[in-house]
């Protein structure tokens, strides 16, 4: 088995985490999307603060990524079948709305703007107003 030595205070300080919020597991809007999912989302939000660094933020304000499905197989260590999967699963057009995918063309990687889940009017990419009916 291997040991591992136990984390101090100024280790926490120097490492990296990875935001996965609670909201994921405790809202119902999110009830039906796979733990897998739920780890990508994490990963594009955390590539968020490296894209706000680097100034990939369009003309509305809004910061987005670049992560390829190869990125995320790699990563993750999945196929590219599930790599797929996951994304669509986050996708504002097959999915819960979490993501939302902009193609920019020529073989370039697709924009992927990744939204904020506390935002309380968005339920599986629909506007509250649709579900009232």
Not at 11 to 24: A, D, G, I, K, R
Not at 36 to 60: E, P, V
Not at 89 to 107: A, T
Request: with cysteine; net charge positive; proline share 2%.
């Amino acid at each position: 088995m291997q040991k591992f030595d136990y984390i101090t205070q100024d280790e926490l300080q120097l490492s990296q985490f990875c935001m996965l919020p609670n909201v994921l597991f405790n809202d119902e809007r999110f009830s039906e999307l796979s733990y897998s999912a739920k780890l990508l989302y994490a990963f594009l939000l955390d590539r968020t603060s490296l894209s706000r660094k680097n100034g990939w933020i369009d003309k509305d304000g809004h910061i987005y990524i670049y992560f390829t499905v190869e990125a995320v197989m790699e990563l993750m260590g999945i196929g590219m079948n599930k790599a797929v999967k996951l994304f669509r699963e986050l996708d504002s057009v097959h999915g819960c709305g979490l993501i939302i995918k902009k193609k920019q063309g020529q073989g370039k990687p697709d924009r992927i703007y990744v939204l904020n889940c506390e935002s309380p009017w968005k339920k599986c990419g629909k506007s509250v107003e649709n579900l009232a009916g």
